[in-house]
């Protein structure tokens, strides 16, 4: 009666499974929520001209903040923001 067989050993391991199968389907959610959305192309930076620049800038900013464009592709953006207007002066 004392002994510890097979089919006891497959038990323990069932009963520790279900608990880490769960834990993994938990941890799969919520790591696809937390996922950052990624923008389908690159932004474009043409437009009408001065007003819209500095609403262009502002939209560029927002974005980096929310973590949707990289820090690069933020400088890049600005730059041809930039250099848009420095064209048009």
């Known amino acids: 009666m004392g002994s510890f067989s097979l089919w006891h050993g497959i038990i323990v391991l069932i009963m ?3 608990p ?3 834990g993994l389907v938990i941890w799969l959610i919520v790591r696809a929520v ?3 959305a990624v923008p389908a192309g ?3 930076a043409s437009g ?3 007003s819209s620049a500095e609403a ?3 939209e560029l900013a927002s974005l980096r903040s929310k973590d949707l464009i990289t820090e690069s592709e933020y400088e890049e953006q600005r730059a041809q923001v930039l250099r848009s ?3 048009r002066a």
Do not use: W
């Open 16 to 18: 520790l499974a279900i």
């Open 20 to 22: 880490v199968g769960i």
């Open 34 to 36: 937390r996922k950052p």
């Open 42 to 44: 690159p932004i474009p």
């Open 48 to 50: 009408p001209p001065q």
């Open 56 to 58: 262009r800038l502002r």
């Open 85 to 87: 207007l420095q064209a």
